[in-house]
């Protein structure tokens, strides 16, 4: 393996079956060391299983997975640098919080002076202080997440593993806990990688994410070329909203029901479907005459929400994005520009 | 760590967040539990499958087990005797799964509206009330039912009353009675049903009670369709609990119920004291056992029906 | 239903009177000055006085106490270590389901015949070995036969009820097997194993059948005492050291309780 300096986690060809259900399909990921990862999909495709193959807590049937170079593939979860953050936190309920941090440290038996240190600086770090005598049952759900955190860090391992860590929480709290989230990554440098079904939390949060379904990765790389170049109609539509276009090649255009279209990049094949993301059709009220890309429209409903205002146009339907201001209503005609470089060739075939 | 992989004689399973061979792991479970099931085989499973052997034996003169088979004892039992048929032993077989289940059917009246009266309660009156129940069993069974004996007797008010009311002649007591048995038997089994049956009614989804209550009329639908079927778990085991101890009791009926009130225990107890007969005793045990298996059977049956 | 309270009140209460009559009767003729019959003669402690003096009485007593104590302690061990060899190990369906009988049989067998089993099998196996003469032992052993079980099935309640996540949590922050049970799991069921030894004492205190087949000339126990001295009628001194015993009892329990509650 050359080049692995870099990479934190290397997964090749991971199988696992539960049952004879096929969980994963030999999944090949690769993490690079210090970044966020964030493992995307709906629920059942194999996320956590994948999380849980890479934490230790379940063997996979066939492949391997590399550490930081080392082969882990059959070592348990208790000889791996990985901590988790379960879904449900998993604090002892027994155990304070102090007790609770301090478990991993004292596992492994550091000196008393060293673990008292520790796991001093990790709940400073989370803001935990005073909190060391009460038990779990005592904090707040954002308390008990930042102690799951605080016992998984105090151990520095070299990669952090989370499993929907947000998903007890409420929706105000999140989005002040992604956030923190994010500032703590960079701060520590450490490799985190995380798993969600909430593609707006994988996009705020991630470098790097996997788009996962049916137990395969479909689709990895940073947020930003994930959502603007989508290569299926998954991805297309579970990152956000898209519009789909069937579409048939014609010399240097593609042909579809809304007229001919051109693209900054040529489809590779002969018919398939194009996607649009409904923010990036341009909506004026005259089309420039002779120019390409542009349609004539009439507005069948608009959906006002708050921040934009969603656009259902004839023919098609097309769906368009637009400033929340404009007044446009039922029965109003428009017309639409489709920037050739927003729209996106999709590989996979139609289902 | 690579030589890991190479080793696919044994097979690595992940278990409960630890990866262990699959061998060791049960070897280990069986270090742990192994003892105690040896234990529970050699003093309680294999005798009693020997005693279905000795049931075929028959008596020695000096009362030891001679090992000669036969079905005499089953005769014996049926009631084919010296002096021809008598229905002695059917009949108090019969008597004592008629006091059990009496028993258990006034167990389970009462033990509802008390476990529902306590899951009512306040978290901290729940565990009082609990505790409630348990204490009076630490004092000994004989004990207790002697002091019905002694809450009986013709000087105390419940005597004097049904002697006013003419249930029993002046100066009378109220014991040996049916009625003193059943108090015995009773209040030596409540909290054999009360306190598993409790473990369900805590556990009770009360919105679904609501709605119940709120789609149909009768409470006796409600039970039906809403308590029975979620209190089940905790009800058949106390049923258990309640139903197999009071189909062997006899010390009860023994004290409150008089000589007359033989059941199948005091039988049992006989053979292996007094008559040295342990061949026949080992028939009865077996009989009372086939009868507490097919019971428990019966009523494990029911609940598929509902 | 709610029309319904009162009655279910009523019935509450009514239970707790049936459970409670005895022993209160018991309490309140322990301080009877009447010798025989049952009529209230005054106030007395002298049957608490005299307990001092009868030594069959205070062997029978301690003797129980005795049983009910070693047997406990012995059964609480064995009935955790089978819950955890059950219950920590993924043991074949078919396995489970021979376990399951096993361990329910003191549960399904009546009192009388597992009494008598138990004879069975002393007998055979004192014409073997020589040894399980009737008596301390072979009480304290029957006892435990029956309550082994009984510990089980409340400490395997317990166990299911822990959650999975825990145990990984543990192994995920690099705990050994013998961390994970020291510092994990045996704190977790510690309220089902006391759970489990009190239901086992009080199992034992409360026999009257097993110890009365099991036991021998040497190791008469308060039951036993108790029964062979009903034909005479029951003297105030049991009902004085019935009355000693359940406050004894309460008190001990209560003492667990204040302990367990830390935990």
Not at chain 3, 76 to 87: E, I, N, Q, Y
């Amino acid at each position: 393996m050359t080049g692995q300096i870099e990479l934190g986690l290397l997964v090749a060809q991971a199988r696992k079956s539960f049952g004879g259900q096929l969980a994963l399909r030999d999944v090949d990921l690769e993490v690079l060391t210090g970044e966020f990862f964030t493992l995307l999909g709906p629920s059942g495709c194999g996320k956590t299983t994948l999380l849980r193959i890479i934490a230790g807590l379940e063997l996979p049937d066939s492949g391997r997975i590399f550490l930081g170079g080392r082969e882990v593939t059959h070592l348990p979860a208790a000889k791996r640098q990985v901590n988790t953050v379960f879904q449900s936190y998993a604090l002892f309920p027994h155990l304070n919080i102090f007790e609770n941090v301090a478990f991993g440290l004292k596992a492994r038996s550091f000196e008393p002076d060293e673990i008292k240190r520790r796991v001093g600086d990790s709940l400073d770090m989370l803001e935990l202080t005073g909190l060391e005598k009460r038990l779990p049952h005592q904090l707040s759900g954002g308390q008990k997440q930042r102690v799951a955190l605080a016992r998984a860090l105090v151990n520095e391992p070299e990669i952090l593993l989370l499993d929907e860590p947000m998903s007890a929480l409420d929706a105000h709290l999140r989005t002040q806990v992604q956030e923190e989230l994010r500032r703590l990554q960079r701060r520590l440098g450490t490799t985190f990688i995380l798993v969600t079904h909430d593609q707006d939390e994988a996009m705020v949060l991630s470098d790097r994410l996997a788009v996962m379904k049916d137990g395969q990765v479909i689709q990895t790389g940073a947020p930003r070329s994930v959502y603007s170049k989508p290569t299926n109609q998954f991805v297309a539509e579970f990152l956000g909203a898209a519009n789909i276009l069937p579409a048939r090649r014609d010399g240097d255009q593609v042909v579809t029901d809304l007229g001919p279209l051109r693209l900054s990049e040529a489809p590779r094949w002969q018919e398939g479907r194009l996607a649009i993301r409904p923010e990036r059709i341009q909506l004026e009220d005259e089309s420039p005459g002779g120019a390409f890309n542009w349609i004539r429209a009439r507005v069948r409903e608009a959906v006002y929400r708050g921040e934009s205002l969603d656009l259902w146009l004839d023919p098609g339907p097309v769906r368009v994005r637009t400033d929340s201001r404009g007044h446009l209503g039922p029965g109003d005609q428009v017309s639409l520009f489709f920037p050739p470089d927003a729209l996106v060739a999709l590989d996979d075939q139609p289902m | 760590m690579t030589e890991s992989t190479g080793r696919k004689a044994r097979k690595m399973i992940s278990w409960r967040g630890d990866v262990r061979d699959a061998r060791e792991l049960r070897l280990a479970g069986l270090a742990l539990a192994g003892p105690p099931l040896v234990w529970l085989a050699t003093l309680l499973a294999l005798p009693c499958a020997a005693l279905a052997l000795v049931a075929l034996a028959a008596r020695g003169p000096y009362g030891q087990i001679v090992w000669s088979f036969s079905a005499a004892n089953f005769k014996r039992l049926l009631g084919y005797g010296l002096f021809g048929w008598s229905p002695d032993f059917l009949l108090i077989l019969l008597r004592s799964l008629e006091v059990a289940l009496v028993t258990t059917v006034v167990c389970v009246l009462l033990a509802y509206p008390l476990t529902f009266h306590i899951a009512c309660r306040p978290r901290k009156a729940r565990v009082w009330w609990l505790t409630l129940i348990i204490v009076p069993f630490w004092t000994n069974v004989v004990v207790r039912t002697y002091a019905w004996l002694l809450l009986l007797s013709p000087q105390l008010p419940p005597a004097k009353l049904a002697a006013w009311a003419g249930f029993v002649p002046p100066g009378g007591a109220l014991y040996p009675s049916e009625l003193a048995v059943y108090l015995g038997m009773v209040s030596t089994f409540l909290p054999f049903m009360a306190l598993p049956l409790y473990a369900s009614v805590e556990r009770l989804d009360w919105d679904l009670l609501e709605a119940a209550r709120d789609l149909y009329a009768g409470r006796w639908t409600v039970f039906r369709q809403a308590i029975l079927p979620q209190t089940l778990p905790g009800l058949s085991v106390g049923l258990v609990m309640t139903f197999v101890p009071a189909m062997a009791m006899f010390v009860v009926s023994d004290i409150l119920g008089g000589a007359k009130q033989m059941l199948v225990g005091n039988l049992i107890q006989l053979q292996f004291g007094q008559a040295r007969d342990w061949p026949f005793g080992a028939m009865l045990s077996m009989a009372l056992m086939i009868m507490t298996l097919a019971s428990l059977a019966l009523c494990r049956r029911r609940p598929k029906n509902l | 239903m709610d029309r319904k309270r009162p009655m279910v009140a009523l019935t509450a209460f009514f239970s707790l009177l049936l459970l409670y009559l005895p022993a209160a009767a018991v309490a309140v003729f322990s301080v009877n000055s009447a010798r025989i019959g049952f009529a209230w003669k005054g106030f007395t402690l002298k049957w608490y006085a005299r307990l001092l003096h009868n030594e069959y009485i205070q062997e029978a007593a301690v003797n129980s106490l005795l049983v009910a104590a070693v047997s406990t302690a012995v059964a609480t061990v064995l009935g955790t270590a089978l819950a955890l060899g059950l219950d920590r190990v993924p043991w074949p369906r078919k396995a489970h389901r021979v376990f399951d009988v096993v361990i329910n049989l003191p549960v399904v067998v009546p009192d009388i015949i597992m009494a008598v089993s138990l004879t069975l099998a002393f007998t055979l196996l004192r014409q073997l070995s020589g040894v399980f003469a009737l008596g301390m032992s072979t009480l304290i052993i029957g006892h435990i036969t029956f309550q082994i079980s009984f510990v089980t099935l409340v400490v395997r309640s317990r166990l299911a009820s822990l959650n999975k996540e825990t145990d990984e949590a543990a192994r995920d922050l690099f705990a050994s097997n013998f961390y994970l049970f020291r510092r994990v799991t045996l704190p977790l069921i510690m309220p089902g194993v006391l759970a489990g030894a009190m239901l086992a004492f009080t199992l034992s205190l409360d026999d009257f059948i097993i110890s009365f087949f099991t036991h021998g000339p040497e190791s008469v126990t308060l039951p036993i005492y108790i029964y062979s001295s009903l034909k005479r009628g029951l003297s105030p001194e049991i009902y004085a050291l019935s009355t000693v015993m359940l406050l004894f009892t309460v008190l001990m329990v209560l003492i667990a309780e204040r302990f367990t509650r830390r935990l």
